[in-house]
């Protein structure tokens, strides 16, 4: 166990929706990473917060958003939702050195 | 800009067999950190080690080890004595060490796919 807990861990939906991913970092961890991980495009960073601020962008579409509240837990925001953002959708949590992953939230648009 | 390179799609090996997944990387970061992670058919990420690019020797956990060959851009992962249990996919990542010692965004290699045959 990671320490890092992401839900749902399952979402299934359909096209032109909305979703919201919850992401609650390790204990004591400021920083929260998004990673998107699809078959054709692999690991993908979409971005960090730290202690509340963004502090990095990656490769986050702009129907996509995200925040990170004062008790550091994060949301990840997808709407408009389109077929290929069926993904595994991760949060990660540091403090320093190597990341901690949450168990992912698998999301299926239909 | 950061690469993480796995030329290895697919291996397999025997159970009790010793290991090397290949990584090569490309930064004109002069700190960075190396990772492997494993990803087991259930979908989770499981860290595995860790070497610094300022570590003089090659960092262990286990039976995880981690071949850094520096000027080489190579930071291999050597997994001895292969369980069953270790079928998975391993990815290689990096992330650069910035000024005041921050860390920048862990980049991640598109993985090897490990299978361990009885």
């Known amino acids: 166990d990671s320490g890092v807990t992401q839900t749902p861990k399952h979402l299934i939906t359909a096209t032109g929706q909305r979703v919201t991913l919850r992401c609650s970092p390790r204990?004591?961890?400021?920083?929260v990473y998004w990673y998107q991980q699809s078959l054709d495009q692999g690991l993908q960073f979409l971005i960090q917060y730290y202690n509340g601020e963004e502090r990095a962008k990656g490769n986050i579409l702009e129907r996509f958003s995200a925040q990170q509240f004062p008790d550091l837990h994060s949301e990840l925001n997808l709407s408009s939702l389109e077929l290929g953002d069926s993904a595994l959708y991760f949060c990660a949590s540091s403090v320093g050195g190597e990341l901690f992953f949450g168990e992912g939230s698998r999301l299926t648009v239909l | 800009a950061q690469k993480i390179t796995q030329t290895q799609p697919g291996m397999f090996v025997q159970e009790k067999e010793a290991v090397t997944l290949d990584c090569t990387y490309d930064t004109s970061d002069p700190s960075y950190g190396l990772f492997w992670y494993k990803q087991p058919s259930s979908g989770e990420m499981i860290f595995l080690i860790y070497q610094g690019s300022y570590d003089q020797q090659n960092a262990t956990e286990g039976r995880y080890s981690l071949n850094f060959q520096k000027a080489r851009k190579s930071a291999n992962l050597v997994i001895s004595a292969s369980q069953l249990g270790d079928s998975a996919m391993y990815f290689c990542a990096m992330r650069a060490i910035l000024y005041g010692g921050s860390q920048g965004n862990l980049i991640f290699g598109k993985g090897t796919k490990l299978s361990v045959k009885p």
């Open positions: 204990s004591g961890d400021l920083s």
